[in-house]
């Protein structure tokens, strides 16, 4: 077959991928009657699908990762010189991008100290708790093995990872799940747990530390935290909930793990999600908009004292990380990540978020005093929701259908929105906005007018 022929014609790409793709979070029954939507070109937020059809993309390739935006040359232009030269050889040995960008990375990350390549959030989570465990075998006598996660927080799609998701959905049907995951309250508290409380984020904090007694804390080795819940349903912490979450992992002696798969590089206005509320992880992961998806690549990011743990004793030759991830060794990652980065700090793409997200937040804001059905808004930066109520006083989820039929609204105006979707029982109820970070003032207006329409249109 002549495949450059067949890419050019479009209808040929269309039937291929109905007949042999089987794509991501699908259900494929309706493909029997329609076409499957496939994306063929990108610049900015706007992308365009196999028919011609140009949509505005609020969520940053679906999955709020394309941070710089699409069509970025130099990206491109950084990955094909670096493939030419080297492409690849194991992660035993360095390269000069890797170099490269984790001197990068840790001069923006104070107290952070090693950088462990991989490639997906759901990779570096998993070496986040092989570290956990090695650590628990290594200092405390195979005790504190015990990974905590919290409700509505999600980690990623391996067993472990999904073990460690605070989504029951996500989790249905894919059990057993290996041991010593522990759910810890979820800290929302528009949904609080317990009632009209002065000070939630305290009380939320402190039910982590009921688990870990409940638990012994003699077992429990870690706990792994969103900075902001994303898929969850968009939860920004409560005020006083992370510096009192950080003092209940002092005292117990306890990890701390931040899982920055979608708040890390610069999607919440810093360059990490944790670095607005002053905490000091030991170990933080991330992976999406690190290169933006122009090429795969997470890291699992150490303080110097957790990598000491793994080199103080030579002479044992069980002593270090015995672990690869084939792929953490490509260098189009980190080449990739080193343009990415220079990117965001050249158009000052920071700034851009901070101040296109208040905008966006303040739009959304009076979005709610026009449609009764906007029980709350919540977001950071460029990472925003809009949980969707039957009714506000008894804050009744709307259901997930109707939430689809906003979402089918928004398009219908040409532009892609989110929502969370068979993560929570009951509770998938919440638009998710994540424009790409060059997002400009009057795209924001587009995405939020477009959200009065759907609005006004499905709910009335
Ligand atoms: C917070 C968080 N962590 C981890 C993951 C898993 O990342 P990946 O899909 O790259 O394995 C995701 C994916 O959506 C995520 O949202």
Same mark, same amino acid.
């Given at each position: ?28 029954? /309706? ?206 912490? /409560? ?41 000091? /992880? ?179």
């Amino acid at each position: 077959m002549n495949i450059t022929a067949s890419v050019n014609d479009l209808s040929h790409i269309v039937s291929a991928d109905r007949a042999h793709v089987w794509h991501h979070l699908t259900q494929h029954k /309706p493909f029997e009657t329609i076409d499957p939507r496939v994306i063929v070109e990108g610049k900015g937020l706007k992308v365009w699908d196999a028919t011609g059809r140009e949509t505005l993309d609020a969520v940053s390739g679906g999955v709020w990762t394309v941070n710089v935006g699409y069509g970025r040359e130099s990206i491109a232009d950084a990955v094909r010189e670096q493939l030419v030269k080297m492409n690849y050889f194991a992660g035993s040995a360095g390269s000069v991008p890797g170099a490269l960008f984790a001197e990068a990375l840790i001069a923006r990350m104070p107290g952070m100290s090693r950088v462990y390549y991989s490639n997906s959030g759901s990779e570096a989570n998993e070496k986040a708790y092989k570290m956990v465990r090695q650590i628990a075998h290594r200092r405390h006598g195979g005790k504190k093995w015990k990974i905590l996660y919290r409700e509505r927080d999600y980690h990623g799609t391996t067993i472990a990872a999904l073990a460690s998701g605070g989504q029951e959905e996500r989790k249905a049907m894919y059990g057993p799940f290996p041991p010593g995951f522990v759910a810890v309250p979820h800290c929302l508290e528009y949904r609080s747990q317990w009632g009209d409380v002065a000070d939630y984020g305290i009380r939320a904090a402190d039910a982590i530390e009921e688990v870990i007694l409940r638990e012994g804390p003699d077992t429990v080795g870690a706990i792994i935290l969103e900075p902001v819940t994303a898929g969850g349903g968009v939860i920004t912490p /409560p005020e006083g909930y992370w510096p009192r979450v950080q003092e209940i992992c002092r005292k117990h002696d306890i990890l701390l793990i931040i899982d920055e798969v979608v708040c890390g590089v610069g999607r919440t206005g810093t360059w990490f999600g944790y670095q607005h509320y002053g905490v000091e /992880p030991d170990i933080v992961t991330m992976a999406k908009g690190v290169a933006s998806g122009y090429a795969a690549i997470s890291c699992t990011v150490t303080t110097e004292r957790v990598f000491e743990m793994f080199k103080d004793d030579a002479d044992d030759h069980m002593s270090y990380f015995r672990d690869i991830s084939t792929f953490g060794g490509c260098t189009a990652g980190p080449a990739a990540a080193l343009e990415n980065m220079r990117i965001i700090e050249d158009e000052e793409l920071l700034q851009n978020t901070s101040l296109m997200g208040e905008r966006l937040m303040g739009n959304l804001r009076a979005l709610m005093e026009k449609h009764a059905v906007i029980g709350d808004v919540r977001g950071k930066g460029l990472f925003c929701g809009a949980e969707l109520v039957a009714d506000r006083a008894s804050k009744e989820p709307l259901p997930e259908k109707t939430v689809s039929a906003v979402l089918a609204g928004a398009m219908k105006r040409g532009v892609q929105i989110g929502m969370t979707n068979r993560s929570l029982p009951g509770l998938n109820n919440t638009l998710c906005l994540s424009p790409a970070l060059v997002v400009s003032a009057a795209e924001i207006d587009q995405i939020t007018d477009a959200i009065d329409g759907a609005l006004g249109e499905v709910c009335g």
